[in-house]
């Protein structure tokens, strides 16, 4: 009796597995080939709009989802000792598929086609790295980006600094509200921004109304106006003043977190001992938020290196204002020039590389 | 010796303490806060008063003489049609819309399981792999664009969505994969070990216990990821192009400063258009803002 159950059994467990494999298999095929009808589907032109909105929200947000779930089903499936093996790379093999197809290895192909010519067919050695150190463009690109590294950690973090070390002092409320005023820019994106400020440097010649704040008040002030943004080198300063508009709110929010960090006592002792405000700031405060002023200088620093959106949208590189990173986009995506796009990129690269080093080499002592 | 000092003394202020303090702050603090205030209000300000402003009115005259004399001024909405309308703004929002919200859920999806993984999961390479995220963080965008551009051209893939969304995944996903760690890793290990012992699936422990505990990470971190798609600029030029169907918001407004760059009337409220999501996701999640922006300060 039981030897016969236990027959049963075991034909039941070979009859299953072939339609189990199968299903296995269909479900992720099915996935597949629903989502590449999909992406085709959103390719249509003539398909109307309406539906090509429904669809992309549904495979953008459901999509993924959906091959998590079915390639799960098809581990699960496998034998136990197998399915316990590759469980992991399931949840954890998509994310390395896209970080080696999206940064890996597209890095490691600048690398090599910044050796390249202009289409990327012929090794031309240096070349591209030669133009990028001697051009007299170039020269001028490197300069700006050099006087944007410099001046903009400068003022967002000195300002930032004393903007929280003032509010600080105030009521809670109109402390609350001075930071929220100061911070509201970094929700505007680098695009929006340009235009507000282009509308503050907008020039007309003399005689005519002047909208534009700036020579507005320049004209006010018995002034004639002036086009900023070709007086050459200065109209860097100009396009600098909308990144430090930017992020003194940055450096502002995380001071300020520092600056409640220091122990009023030590104020309080530093004040009895008849340091004055000014002291107490440079003597006190500063050397115990230099910490956070290093990684908020840090930060702002990566973020200057890779300025691309204001240059592009004031004045497009012209009179003088390139960047490396807008230059990258120039030679790479305008003039087609793919060499040197790529070089300019590595040296963006080699620039951030330090930074990358420490915090690897951090990761691996924490852990 | 200064720790044994602080630790004796620095009981927080009391309400009578903190409120005589803040009326010592005096005037000239709080003036020059207000200058400060002023001074980085005042740009957003003049953008938001000339877009409601008809187009001769923002030529002739500033903005501040409408702002001062609000009554007598000549207001109108006609700017804000002729944008969304004639200028498309319209379609590059539901553009902007449709890219920016699976680009925020997909690498948000992909980066739990990671993280979780990460975390929790014994496989070979574990640590290399995590070490290999955190160093990719930093890693500036540029050094993909020009090869990912070319496979893109290969696939056919430019100019669509499913490669928007795919390239901000990719840039997104170490920091991401980070941050989700950080915050998975510290989920008590009693809890995962009880899912386990009631037989719980990985599957199962990741979907209805993991990510329901992630939320605050998630909301922060979806914040970020948000406002950057939404207000990136070169990833839209370089893999999506300025053909017509394709604009969204950003590269809708670079275009119109080169076409029409004296046409304040249409900038303003081209412009405005462009930062109202970015400033009602700051004013009404403020705090899950601010800790997205100083968690995501560090992208590549």
Redesign the interface.
């Given at each position: 009796m039981s030897s016969v159950a236990k027959k049963d059994r075991v034909f039941e467990i070979f009859a299953a597995t072939p339609a189990r494999i199968l299903v296995a298999l269909i479900i992720p095929t099915i996935t597949f080939f629903v989502l590449l009808w999909s992406f085709n589907f959103m390719r249509d032109a003539r398909a109307p709009r309406i539906l090509v909105a429904i669809v992309a929200l549904v495979v953008g947000v459901g999509g993924v989802w959906a091959l998590y779930l079915a390639l799960n089903h098809l581990v699960t499936q496998m034998p136990i000792r197998l399915r316990d093996s590759l469980l992991p790379y399931v949840f954890v093999g998509p994310a390395l598929a896209v970080l080696t197809a999206y940064i890996v290895l597209p890095s490691l192909r600048t690398v090599t086609l910044s050796l390249m010519n202009r289409a990327g067919t012929e090794f031309v050695g240096l070349d591209n790295y030669i133009f990028a150190f001697t051009d007299p463009s170039m020269l001028i690109t490197l300069r700006n980006t050099l006087l944007w590294l410099v001046v903009v950690p400068a003022f967002t973090v000195s300002l930032g600094l004393l903007i929280a070390v003032l509010v600080d002092r105030m009521s809670e409320t109109g402390e609350k509200v001075a930071k929220t005023f100061i911070f509201l820019p970094l929700a505007i994106s680098f695009v929006g921004a340009s235009v507000i400020w282009r509308f503050i440097y907008f020039y007309q010649p003399p005689g005519m109304a002047q909208p534009g704040l700036l020579n507005a008040i320049v004209v006010a002030l018995g002034g004639s106006p002036q086009g900023w943004l070709t007086i050459r080198p200065w109209n860097n300063f100009f396009l600098i003043a909308i990144m430090i508009w930017l992020q003194t709110g940055f450096a502002m929010v995380i001071l300020s977190a520092a600056v409640k960090g220091v122990p009023g006592d030590l104020l309080d002792a530093a004040r009895i001992d008849g340091a004055g405000e000014v002291r107490v700031f440079f003597n006190v405060i500063i050397p115990y938020v230099s910490g956070t002023i290093l990684t908020v200088t840090t930060t702002i620093l990566i973020l200057v290196l890779k300025i691309f959106d204001v240059v592009f949208v004031m004045t497009s590189g012209q009179f003088q204002t390139g960047v490396v990173a807008f230059r990258m986009y120039q030679e790479a995506f305008i003039f087609r020039h793919f060499g040197r796009g790529a070089a300019l990129a590595t040296l963006l690269f080699i620039g951030v590389l330090p930074i990358m080093i420490r915090n690897m080499k951090s990761m691996k002592e924490r852990r | 010796m200064?720790t044994s000092?602080?630790t004796?003394?620095?009981a927080p202020?009391t309400v009578q303490q903190k409120?005589i303090?803040?009326i010592l702050?005096g005037i000239p603090?709080?003036l020059?806060?207000l200058a400060?205030?002023v001074i980085?209000?005042?740009?957003?300000l003049?953008?938001l008063v000339?877009s409601f402003r008809p187009a001769a009115a923002?030529?002739?005259?500033?903005?501040?003489t409408a702002f001062f004399a609000p009554f007598t001024a000549d207001w109108t909405l006609a700017n804000y049609i002729q944008v969304i309308g004639a200028d498309r703004m319209g379609l590059a929002f539901?553009n902007s819309l449709?890219i920016t919200?699976?680009?925020t859920?997909?690498p948000i999806?992909?980066?739990a399981?990671?993280a979780?993984?990460?975390a929790w999961?014994?496989?070979p390479g574990r640590?290399i792999?995590?070490?290999?995220?955190?160093?990719?963080?930093?890693?500036?965008?540029?050094?993909?664009?020009?090869?990912?551009?070319r496979v893109y051209t290969d696939l056919?893939l430019n100019g669509?969505?499913?490669g928007m969304?795919?390239?901000h995944?990719?840039?997104g996903?170490?920091l991401a994969?980070y941050l989700l760690y950080g915050y998975i890793s510290s989920i008590p290990k009693e809890i995962l070990e009880s899912a386990h012992a009631d037989g719980a699936?990985?599957?199962l422990t990741?979907t209805r216990l993991i990510m329901p505990l992630s939320v605050p990470a998630v909301a922060s971190f979806a914040i970020f990821q948000f406002?950057w798609v939404?207000?990136?600029?070169?990833v839209a030029?370089?893999f999506l192009g300025t053909r017509s169907?394709n604009v969204i918001v950003?590269t809708r407004?670079?275009e119109l400063?080169?076409s029409r760059?004296q046409d304040?009337h249409v900038?303003?409220a081209?412009?405005f258009l462009?930062?109202i999501i970015?400033?009602i996701?700051?004013l009404s999640l403020?705090r899950f803002?601010?800790r997205g922006?100083?968690a995501g300060?560090?992208k590549?």
């Open positions: - | 200064s000092v602080s004796t003394t620095v202020l409120r303090r803040a702050a603090v709080r020059t806060v400060l205030v980085w209000t005042v740009p957003t003049g953008l000339s923002i030529r002739n005259t500033g903005w501040w539901s449709l919200i699976p680009a859920v997909i999806t992909i980066a399981f990671a979780f993984a990460l999961m014994e496989f640590k792999v995590f070490i290999i995220v955190v160093g990719l963080m930093v890693v500036p965008l540029q050094m993909s664009l020009i090869p990912v551009l056919r669509t969505y499913l969304w795919l390239a995944t990719g840039f996903l170490p994969t699936s990985p599957m990741f406002l939404w207000n990136d600029l070169l030029l370089v169907a950003t407004l670079a400063v080169g760059g304040w900038l303003t081209g412009a462009t930062i970015p400033l996701v700051f403020q803002f601010v922006m100083m300060s560090v590549g």
